[in-house]
């Protein structure tokens, strides 16, 4: 067994493994880690917890440094504001160079000895002239990095279609699997201006109830399809899956039409789910 804790660096961000390393944080501590970029303060998500390593080999982590101290997070607090006026300054310096890119979110290291800007573009970028003006005016190790639209609207927030904040700025730690699939499944509009998100991605939550769709799908009848009511053998032209009803259309002698629902529990039919 190996013992790790989670650390995150940014709310609603993804939750990142470290070794504890001696040092007791509990859920809700400022702590000093050390990452691959270098030293950073971020926040315990979850407490130690022992993990069993895939193929009993130990997952190389790196350590928890110590329990953030006051001043840490006081200079904390200022490399955010720094980067504030770092992202200003690279936007004008974009703006000048007339480079098709973005400028989404920076910051520094602990250490302030590197700086991290990301950015967003349709194709790929020549950035070298910025970067030399950008280590001319910083005069830090910089690195530019690209990242998607989804990347985007989880740094900078914002109200979907609910009128909730974005769920991905807001408690999920990675991206929701979606597709165009479980909007089906869930007889939603195929229209982008439904299902997708402030990114023009598929909206996240469109995973949350597909599952309880799936499952519920798998007892209804088949659109379309022949089925036996109490007023008689119609054909199914719509299933409410959270109430668990069934339309079926019937045709008159006349040649008239008409639908009626039914509770599925009364609804007999041979060929089941889709």
Same mark, same amino acid.
């Given at each position: 067994?190996?013992?790790?804790?989670?650390?995150?660096?940014?709310?609603?961000?993804? *939750?990142?493994?470290?070794?504890?390393?001696?040092?007791?944080?509990?859920?809700?501590?400022?702590?000093?880690?050390?990452?691959?970029?270098?030293?950073?303060?971020?926040?315990?998500?979850?407490?130690?917890?022992?993990?069993?390593?895939?193929?009993?080999?130990?997952?190389?982590?790196?350590?928890?440094?110590?329990?953030?101290?006051?001043?840490?997070?006081?200079?904390?607090?200022?490399?955010?504001?720094?980067?504030?006026?770092?992202?200003?300054?690279?936007?004008?310096?974009?703006?000048?160079?007339?480079?098709?890119?973005?400028?989404?979110?920076?910051?520094?290291?602990?250490?302030?000895?590197?700086?991290?800007?990301?950015?967003?573009?349709?194709?790929?970028?020549?950035?070298?002239?910025?970067?030399?003006?950008?280590?001319?005016?910083?005069?830090?190790?910089?690195?530019?990095?690209?990242?998607?639209?989804?990347?985007?609207?989880?740094?900078?927030?914002?109200?979907?279609?609910?009128?909730?904040?974005?769920?991905?700025?807001?408690?999920?730690?990675?991206?929701?699997?979606? *597709?165009?699939?479980?909007?089906?499944?869930?007889?939603?509009?195929?229209?982008?201006?439904?299902?997708?998100?402030?990114?023009?991605?598929?909206?996240?939550?469109?995973?949350?109830?597909?599952?309880?769709?799936?499952?519920?799908?798998?007892?209804?009848?088949?659109?379309?399809?022949?089925?036996?009511?109490?007023?008689?053998?119609?054909?199914?032209?719509?299933?409410?899956?959270?109430?668990?009803?069934?339309?079926?259309?019937?045709?008159?002698?006349?040649?008239?039409?008409?639908?009626?629902?039914?509770?599925?529990?009364?609804?007999?039919?041979?060929?089941?789910?889709?």
């Amino acid at each position: 067994m190996q013992k790790i804790v989670g650390v995150r660096f940014k709310d609603g961000g993804k *939750t990142y493994f470290f070794a504890p390393n001696g040092v007791n944080a509990k859920t809700g501590d400022k702590v000093i880690v050390e990452t691959v970029a270098g030293q950073q303060l971020g926040v315990v998500a979850f407490d130690e917890r022992d993990i069993k390593p895939c193929e009993n080999q130990s997952v190389d982590l790196k350590p928890i440094v110590r329990l953030a101290s006051e001043r840490d997070v006081a200079r904390h607090e200022d490399l955010l504001k720094k980067a504030k006026e770092t992202i200003k300054l690279t936007k004008e310096k974009v703006a000048k160079l007339k480079l098709a890119m973005k400028i989404s979110d920076a910051f520094y290291t602990f250490d302030a000895g590197k700086l991290i800007i990301e950015f967003t573009a349709d194709d790929r970028v020549d950035f070298r002239e910025l970067l030399k003006e950008l280590a001319s005016t910083f005069k830090v190790r910089i690195e530019l990095r690209q990242i998607g639209q989804r990347d985007e609207v989880k740094n900078k927030g914002g109200l979907g279609p609910c009128g909730q904040m974005c769920c991905c700025s807001k408690f999920l730690g990675d991206f929701e699997h979606v *597709t165009v699939k479980m909007a089906k499944t869930q007889g939603l509009s195929l229209s982008p201006s439904k299902i997708n998100g402030l990114c023009g991605r598929l909206m996240c939550c469109l995973g949350y109830e597909n599952e309880n769709y799936e499952k519920i799908l798998e007892k209804m009848p088949k659109l379309n399809s022949e089925v036996v009511s109490p007023k008689g053998k119609g054909t199914c032209v719509y299933r409410d899956c959270l109430r668990e009803l069934v339309s079926v259309k019937f045709m008159g002698n006349d040649g008239s039409i008409m639908v009626e629902e039914f509770p599925l529990s009364e609804i007999n039919f041979n060929n089941k789910g889709e």
